[in-house]
């Protein structure tokens, strides 16, 4: 287990945190947000209406 795998599990068995910002590995200038479904107030969170991605093709080797 790397560092930061053990960090987010820290970070995910507190329920004091609704979630946190982690870099993407896969689009250098966006983010990820994990989730966690343990706090207090992951049921108060609202999804907005989601946009559009296209995930780039060298991921899924594919060209849609």
């Given amino acids: 287990e790397s560092y ?3 960090l987010g599990s820290q970070i995910l068995d507190e329920t004091g945190y609704v979630g946190f910002v ?4 896969i689009i250098e200038t966006e983010f990820n947000i994990v989730l966690n479904p343990k ?6 969170l609202k999804v907005d209406t989601p946009i559009a991605f296209e995930l780039d093709k060298r991921i899924t080797g ?3």
């Fill in 22 to 25: 982690a870099p993407s590995v």
């Fill in 4 to 6: 930061t795998q053990w």
């Fill in 39 to 44: 706090s207090e107030l992951y049921a108060k």
């Fill in 62 to 64: 594919k060209w849609i």
